[in-house]
Structure formats: structure tokens, C-alpha cells
């Protein structure tokens, strides 16, 4: 037998006993490839790519019976590739419509759909049946949405009510650097078409009709009702986690619950969804247990799930079914679908279901945090929870020390599972998430509880002892978390991955978790490629914002910024990814750049450049290019041929097609990575734009004046 028969032998006999525990688990893996493989395509497709793809998938159906049995996976799993590009091509056709093209300053008359905080504690309004002065109905967004600056105004913010006021208008930004979250394309799914600002008061045009955001209006209603019972920071996060209105919670108690791994208690995510459910299910079914004549002629079990059922409905609907809510609702309807059809409850299959569903409905929750978070940690606890009951068995507990240590467990199962995917959205790992989630989630039940029995009673008017239980429990919890957040060592930074790291992690753990025998310690493989690129991942050495007026230069102290106000989310943005706590100011202080505030120069490999401000910048594009190889500037600069030669000019006209810039460092110079590489649908450019190596030309003229050469 030659090496290649005896290496074939090893590896057959070293995975005899390995095969996939159920086919069924990997088919949302496979659709999720596809869905990758399309947001990774540089253009956008043509129509008829989506109908020759459909021929593609319709041959893969009709191959599944012809061919052998042995390669029906490889043609099924094809076939779920193939139905996730078609199911993101579908998306696109739904959600389609506009952005605003330029910038736009005027009045702006609007619905009221949505009210939330900015990450500057600013209510925000969001607007729908938009109307814009000298923009046609076809060219104007679907929705805007308005920070409000100043003091806020109770009366208007009612949804469903008709607002008209004056505010700047923009469109959605794309990403700060390239490979970061890309705001401009979550907001055009979420039809978002413009975002801006307003100083003006918000004067009301019409009041809302009987059925104008009747859903919305219900959720204020709730809302101020939980608030006037529950006074403070405590009723905002009361009324938050039960009806999704998080208009009313500081930036304080979110940086608080984020910083103690508490977000996910006011996310409205499976958990609220499972406490809540879960109580009106035990409700109904003890409740009719103790009726005998009924207990005697229906069965209370499913009669329970049907009207749990009702419940987890209505609390989607009411919550806003984001990504996480709707994953919780898709699981508690097939764990209430098993008790009336008599099956087993909870299973990996049900998982990937609600994926396959969700997936296919809306292919880009795929990229949202709040899927990864959702699932990893569903699928953590379903495949754990069972194993390590048996082990604290075998261990010799039992009794009440049974649950409690499950409690503990489980907790940190979901923690672990959910801890790269929190890391790389947040950048930055909790210290004490364990401690904060041992001491808070059993209260949360309470709260989830209570919530629903004021609910039931308050129609007679008896609700008020239920609400202030729910105070209690609320005020408990922010406890915790505000003591959490205070200890010291609470979040270590921890940089932005790269763009291969969360797909790899996720890989590695599905494939282990999937495959049983030996094979399943292949998944260890993409695991430890994944961990490596992350703690080697390298930062841009230089950063320029879209608008140019910000740049940020690596440097030993981290990155140093070039002024210290303006393109305030870029900064905050840059240093997050750098896994860097500093604050813009701080950042504007440090050793990087040097000059006057409106003439910032730096070096990077050799490279001179100077970032311009002020009235007066395109005035000084000269003077800087006889120093300086880069010249930024937030303005437009002339054409091309009166550019000076041997310089390259960053102007408004080149970031309006590029997007953000960074520059990686080259054996030979620094290389030009734009955010618009791609055109696609949401990206506002038509033509991409390629990176661009730029090099020293050291014999042009001496080293800036006062500056050592790097």
C-alpha cells in the first residue's frame, strides 16, 4: 500500500465513529454561506444573475433523487447556498427605497413612529409619510430620523402624531473606517433614508388618527402608566424591558448595563420573551388545575400553550420584533407548537429552524450582534444544559443545590458562548458578567412577573402593588449593575477583530457541536486560526474621516487624534476598534501630531502630511504641498489640474467617492484602504474606488521643520 492508501486508511479509521449528530443542524450553516458570500460580492447584481441562479436551484432540487445517496448532502447543502443569495435578492426587492441624495436643510413634516436617545442622551424622533420642501415624493425618504437638541419638549412626542419642524437632514454614514459596522447599510433596511439634527422647537400638524401607530401608541401608554407607579431610572428600565420604549433610560444606566454584561436584561430578548411566556403558561395551567370541572373536561396544558401563545404574540408585536425578540418568539412558538402535538420541547432542531425562518425572512440579521448573541447563547444552553446536569448528578448533589449550581452553569455557558461575539461588538470584555447575571436574573423572572399581573389587574384598577414589586426589582437590578460597573478592572479594551475571526469562531463551535466522535475536534482548528488573527489583528496606522476633518496617526501612546472636537463618532469609533478607553480629547493631546490647530502635521513611514482646518484651508493646499506629501482638507479643492504634483490632496471631492480612508503600512510607502470599494445597493457610489499606495519622495524637499525623522 503505497502513502497515500496508508494515509487514507489512518483517516478513515481515525474517524470511523465520526458523523454529523443531525444533517438537519448544518442546513441554516449552509444558508448562512450563501448569505456571507453575497454582502461579500463587490457589485451588485443583475436581475439576471438572480434568474440564472433560480435555474441553479431548480436543477439542485431535481438532482437530490437522481443522485447517489452519498453525494444528496453535498446537493441539499448547494441548494441552501444557492436559497441564501435568492433570499437576500428577494430582501432587496422588499425594502427598497430612498436616500437622500444631498444634504438638505428646510422643514420637515413627519409621522412619529419611533422615539429612542442618541448615544448623546438626545431624544431622537423617527418619521415616517415623510414630506421634504422642493423634493420630490419619489426621491424622499421612506423614514428620517431627528436628534433634538436642547431642552425637550413632552407635548409633541406622541406616536402616531404628525409633526412638522425645521431641521439639517443627511444621509446615513457609511462606515468610520473600512471593516467597520456599517451604519449606512443597516439603516437602508431599515428604510431609513435620512438622519439629521433639529434646534427648532417640534411644533404638532395633526393630531393621530384612531388607528394611526395603534401599536406604538399602546406601547406609550403602557410606558407612562409603569412610569407614573414607578418613579425614575428605575420605571425607564421597568418599562423598557417590558414594552421595548427605551426613550425614557439614560445614557448612564445603558453605559452601566453594558459595561456589568447586563444589556441583554433590557434588549427584549429571549429571555424577557421566556420569563414572560413562561409565567402566563404557568398561570393558565395551575389556574385551571384548580378548577375542577374545567381541570376534568379540556386539557389545561394545551389550553395553557394556546393562550401563551396569545401572550409571546402580543408581546413581539408590542416590543418592536427586533432581531432577538423575533428569534425568542420563533423558539417559544415551536416549544408551544411541541406541547399541543405532544413532542419533545427543546431541541437543536428547533434552533435551527427559527434560524432557517429567520434567515430566509430577513438575510441580514446574519451580521447583527443581536442574532449572534441571541443564538449563541440559545444553542449553548440547549446543548449544555443536559450534560452538565448529569455531571453535577454524578458529582453526588442533589436537592436545592441541584438548580442553584445549574443556575451558575448555565450562566456561565451563556456567557462563554456569547463572549466573542459581545467582544468584538462592544469591544471589550466584563470582568464580572457572571457575578452581575447571578445576582440580577433571578430578579429579572420577578419583574417579567409581575409585569404580567399588573397587566391582568389593571383594568379593575388593583395593579398598583404589582408595579411596585416591579420597582423593587427594577431598582435591584440597576443596583447591580451601577455597583458592577464601578469595581476597578470592571471592561479590559479589547481591539476589533478582523473580518475573518467571528465567521472562523462561529465555524469552529457549529462544526463541534454538530459532528460527534473524533471529527468534532477539527472544529479546534478554525477556533485557535480565529484566536490568533485576533490577538495578531493590526490597526490602520492612519485614520481619515469622511468628512476630513478628523485624522488619527498610530503612535506609541495609541492613537493620537488631530483635533480634539468634530467627527465625533468616527473618534469614538476609532479608538473602541483600537481597544482604546481614551476619550477624543485625550486622544487630541497625545505625541502624533504637531503645529497649530489649523495646519496638524505628521509622519508615518516616511510620509509627510498635514491635515487643514478652518476658513482658510483650501487657501493653504499650496503652502502644505511643498512640505508635505497628504494634504487633508474638509473642503473641496479645485480640479485636478490645478493640484499640486508630487502631493495628494484628501479633499471633500475624493472622501465623497472613497468614504472613510485608512492607511496600512507597506514595505514601500502607506496604502489607502476607502470604505467604498464595492457598489452596492445601499452604498451611495457608483463607481469604487481603488486603494492607493502612496510612497516618500524623500528627494522633493527636506523633513518638516522642527520634526525629527521617523
Request: proline share 6%; glycine share 10%.
Amino acid at each position: 500500500m503505497g502513502k497515500a492508501g496508508q494515509a487514507w486508511a489512518w483517516a478513515a479509521h481515525w474517524a470511523k465513529d465520526s458523523a454529523p449528530t443531525d444533517g438537519f443542524l448544518a442546513t441554516p450553516v449552509f444558508l448562512a454561506f450563501g448569505i456571507g458570500a453575497w454582502f461579500g460580492l463587490q457589485a451588485e447584481p443583475k436581475p439576471q444573475f438572480y434568474i440564472a441562479l433560480a435555474g441553479v436551484l431548480l436543477g439542485l432540487l431535481s438532482f437530490v433523487r437522481l443522485s447517489p445517496w452519498r453525494l444528496r448532502p453535498l446537493v441539499i447543502a448547494l441548494a441552501f447556498v444557492v436559497v441564501g443569495v435568492l433570499a437576500c435578492g428577494a430582501r432587496i426587492w422588499v425594502v427598497t427605497s430612498p436616500m437622500l441624495a444631498q444634504p438638505y436643510y428646510g422643514p420637515v413634516q413627519g409621522r412619529i413612529v419611533d422615539i429612542d436617545r442618541s448615544q448623546s442622551d438626545a431624544i431622537r424622533l423617527t418619521l415616517d409619510q415623510v414630506v421634504l420642501t422642493e423634493i420630490a415624493p419619489d426621491q424622499t425618504p421612506a423614514k428620517v430620523r431627528i436628534s433634538l437638541k436642547g431642552a425637550p419638549q413632552a407635548a409633541p412626542y406622541e406616536m402616531g402624531r404628525t409633526v412638522l419642524v425645521t431641521a439639517r437632514l443627511s444621509a446615513p454614514e457609511s462606515a468610520a473606517e473600512p471593516g467597520g459596522f456599517d451604519f449606512r447599510r443597516m439603516a437602508w433596511y431599515m428604510q431609513l433614508g435620512a438622519v439629521g439634527y433639529t434646534s427648532s422647537p417640534v411644533v404638532t400638524w395633526a393630531l393621530p388618527g384612531l388607528w394611526d401607530a395603534s401599536i406604538n401608541r399602546l406601547r406609550n401608554r403602557l410606558s407612562a402608566g409603569i412610569m407614573a407607579q414607578v418613579a425614575g431610572d428605575a420605571g425607564a428600565f421597568a418599562s423598557g424591558a417590558l414594552t421595548g420604549d427605551q426613550s425614557q433610560i439614560t445614557a448612564q444606566v445603558v453605559n452601566d448595563l453594558r459595561v456589568s454584561s447586563l444589556a441583554h436584561l433590557l434588549a427584549i430578548s429571549g429571555m424577557n420573551m421566556a420569563f414572560l411566556t413562561g409565567f402566563v403558561f404557568a398561570l393558565i395551567r395551575y389556574g385551571l388545575a384548580l378548577v375542577p370541572p374545567v381541570a376534568l373536561r379540556i386539557n389545561t396544558k394545551k389550553a395553557a400553550a394556546i393562550l401563551a401563545f396569545g401572550a409571546a404574540l402580543f408581546y413581539l408585536v408590542l416590543s418592536g420584533a427586533n432581531v432577538a425578540t423575533t428569534r425568542a418568539f420563533l423558539m417559544v412558538s415551536l416549544l408551544l407548537g411541541s406541547v399541543l402535538l405532544d413532542r419533545r420541547v427543546l431541541t437543536l432542531r428547533s434552533v435551527a429552524l427559527a434560524a432557517l425562518i429567520l434567515l430566509i425572512w430577513q438575510p441580514e440579521s446574519l451580521l447583527a450582534p443581536g442574532f449572534q448573541l441571541s443564538f449563541a447563547a440559545t444553542i449553548a444552553l440547549i446543548a449544555g444544559y443536559a450534560p452538565a446536569e448529569r455531571f453535577l448528578r454524578d458529582k453526588g448533589l442533589s436537592g436545592w443545590l441541584v438548580p442553584v449550581a445549574m443556575m451558575v452553569v448555565t450562566s456561565g455557558m451563556a456567557g462563554l458562548a456569547t463572549a466573542p461575539f459581545s467582544a468584538a461588538t462592544f469591544n471589550q470584555m466584563t470582568a464580572y458578567g457572571l457575578l452581575a447575571n447571578l445576582l440580577t436574573v433571578p430578579v429579572m423572572s420577578v419583574l417579567m412577573g409581575a409585569g404580567v399581573v399588573a397587566a391582568l389587574l389593571a383594568p379593575v384598577g388593583l395593579a398598583a402593588p404589582a408595579l411596585v414589586v416591579m420597582g423593587w426589582a427594577a431598582q435591584w437590578i440597576l443596583a447591580v449593575a451601577h455597583w458592577i460597573a464601578g469595581l476597578n478592572g470592571a471592561i479590559t479594551p479589547v481591539p476589533q477583530p478582523g473580518p475573518w475571526v467571528i465567521p472562523l469562531i462561529t465555524l469552529g463551535a457549529l462544526w463541534a457541536l454538530i459532528w460527534q466522535g473524533r471529527a468534532r475536534l477539527l472544529g479546534m482548528a478554525p477556533l485557535a486560526l480565529a484566536f490568533g488573527l485576533w490577538v495578531t489583528v493590526e490597526r490602520p496606522a492612519l485614520l481619515i474621516s469622511s468628512d476630513g476633518v478628523l485624522a488619527g496617526v498610530l503612535g506609541p501612546q495609541g492613537r493620537a487624534l488631530s483635533a480634539s472636537r468634530g467627527a465625533g463618532f468616527s473618534a469614538e469609533s476609532w479608538l473602541a476598534d483600537d481597544g482604546d478607553l481614551a476619550l477624543q480629547g485625550v486622544a487630541a493631546t497625545r505625541v502624533g501630531f504637531l503645529g497649530e490647530k489649523t495646519q496638524r502635521a505628521f509622519q508615518i513611514n516616511g510620509l509627510r502630511g498635514v491635515v487643514l482646518s478652518g476658513k482658510e484651508a483650501g487657501g493653504n493646499v499650496a503652502a502644505a504641498c511643498a512640505v508635505a506629501d497628504i494634504v487633508v482638507l474638509p473642503a473641496r479643492f479645485g480640479p485636478a489640474p490645478l493640484r499640486p504634483k508630487g502631493c495628494t490632496v484628501i479633499d471633500a471631492t475624493l472622501l465623497r467617492q472613497s468614504g472613510a480612508l485608512a492607511g496600512v503600512l507597506q514595505d514601500d510607502g502607506l496604502l489607502l484602504v476607502p470604505v467604498h470599494r464595492a457598489t452596492r445597493i445601499w452604498s451611495g457610489v457608483t463607481r469604487p474606488m481603488k486603494p492607493l499606495l502612496l510612497q516618500p519622495n524623500a528627494a522633493r524637499f527636506a523633513a518638516l521643520p522642527g520634526r525629527p525623522d521617523p
